[in-house]
């Protein structure tokens, strides 16, 4: 399992977009800004995550970003397979014919990919953004 940049720098995205959408739309302009990510690899990013539904784009001056669903209602296995699709998961070959190897791919590489799939299905959009709200009060600042 290897999770690229375009999924890494996706989720962080949506978080700040979840986290900034409370009172206006939000544009990738300021999501680039605050997240330090080129506004044209964002827009990349953005458009996968609009063809799936994930955010909803707004036109007009005061447009910009939403998204598409409540921050509950997003896994994160929704949001890594849409930016990664399957590569979150170990590439079994079904059609090996090893027997060492039909073992290893039962015994091993399925148990940890349904391990993934689970643990990325039980953790929502807004998981992380609560934990991260949570993250930012804890920190004491020394003068």
Known sequence: MKISTKGRYGLRALIDLAINMDSENVSIKSISERQNISERYLEQIFSLLR?????VGRKGAQGGYVLGKTPRELTIIDILKVLEGDSIFIDINEKEDNDLEIFINKNLWKDINSII??????ITLEDLVDNYKKSKENIIYYI
């Open 51 to 55: 063809k799936a539904g994930i955010i």
């Open 117 to 122: 799939k689970d643990y990325f299905t039980s």
